[in-house]
């Protein structure tokens, strides 16, 4: 994976799955069998102003016509998945939608504003499902954290979010107009997400049409569990063993900070206070000591051992189920 989010494929990301296969196949027709249809799904804003054809601005703002453009977009879709896993699936819709409705107005009016203030003069604009794609950057940008992955020359550091960027900047230097879309979904995905003039509660998919497509659409796209995915080290590929060093060091870095938290209730002289982490066994220390004798009970200036604490806690330690991490995306997990 590009972004190091798992190998988990698109398991738990219905959405995400139907616009790679619609936004591709619908590429895919267009520009092989059904080449004389293309001029209908150009983004034509002189047609839209003059001859009034704003279906234009709904069919060419999801087509795409070159399919170069397709692939970077199903890339992005496909690593940007991350957040329909975090918000649900009716969320990220009402990203998409609002972000979408957002382009629309955005880019005629700067569309305009180059023409007017700097006699730039812009006709035509790339097709394709490219604002809410740009706008999906910036909670990419402000949610997932770097984790440095390598160097190059010693000095230029490659994260985990590095070839998500060569990617969008590939679609981005991919036409000359494109500039402007890309602007207008930052701009979109930018007051989305900080809810500008309550456009989180105007632009987002209704209860009703969330639940009918959970009942009709979710059963054929959904992906299976990945519990049955491949042990690490075992991946027939290189792009397979790949994802899975990706996930493991994603599960180092949640063990080191694991760790982290471990050491901050950690007590005197440098042993863990398990009293601390586990307050009823404390309670239940305290009633035996009050029932044995001075002479088992240890003194109150001398340190219990750690090796003592786990000894007492092993019956314990064994009853317990282990907790499932609600925020956790390895593959066990997940």
């Known amino acids: 994976m590009l972004s190091g989010t ?19 196949t619908a590429a895919f027709i267009l520009a092989v069998p059904f080449q004389q249809y293309q001029n209908y799904f150009v983004y034509d804003l002189k047609a839209i102003k003059q001859e009034l054809e704003i279906w234009r601005m709904i069919f060419a703002r999801i087509v795409y016509l070159d399919l170069k453009d397709v692939f970077c977009s199903c890339l992005l879709i496909y690593n940007f998945r991350i957040f329909e ?22 880019d005629l009016l700067l569309v305009e504003a180059l023409h007017h203030t700097l006699d730039i003069t812009v006709d035509v604009l790339p097709s394709g499902f490219l604002g809410p794609i740009f706008g999906l950057f910036v909670p990419f940008y402000c949610s997932i954290p770097s984790i440095q992955v390598t160097q190059i020359l010693g000095r230029l550091s490659i994260t985990n979010k590095t070839l998500v960027y060569i990617v969008g900047l590939q679609l981005l230097t991919s036409s000359t107009n494109i500039w402007i879309l890309a602007f207008s979904g930052l701009l979109s995905g930018i007051m989305y997400q900080c809810n500008v003039l309550r456009v989180q509660q105007l632009l987002c998919v209704p209860k009703w049409v969330a639940r009918c497509a959970s009942f009709t659409l979710e059963p054929l796209l959904s992906s299976a569990d990945p519990t049955h ?13 790949r994802q899975q060093r ?18 901050r209730h950690r007590g005197q002289g440098g042993l863990i206070n398990w009293e601390r982490l ?21 003194s109150p200036s001398a340190p219990v051992s ?21 925020n956790c995306w390895c593959q066990r997990c997940s």
């Not at 798992?6 to 591709?24: F, I, N, Q, R, T």
């Not at 896993?85 to 955005?106: D, E, N, P, T």
């Not at 586990?278 to 240890?298: E, I, K, T, V, Y």
């Open 278 to 298: 586990f307050p009823q066994m404390r309670n239940r220390f305290n009633a035996n000591n009050r029932h044995d004798s001075g002479l088992n009970s240890p």
């Open 85 to 106: 896993r975090r918000y649900g699936s009716r969320k990220f819709a009402s990203f998409l939608l609002g972000s979408w409705v957002l382009c629309a107005i955005m």
């Open 246 to 263: 990706a996930e493991l060091l994603d599960q180092q870095i949640m063990l080191a900070q694991l760790n982290q938290n471990n050491r």
């Open 229 to 241: 995915e491949t042990p690490i080290g075992m991946g027939a590929t290189l792009e397979i063993q």
């Open 306 to 326: 750690e090796e003592q604490h786990f000894a007492d806690m092993v019956p314990q330690l064994n009853g317990m189920k282990r907790l499932k991490c609600d």
């Open 6 to 24: 798992g190998s988990s494929g698109l398991y738990k990301a219905p959405l995400s799955k139907s616009l790679m296969v619609v936004l591709s």
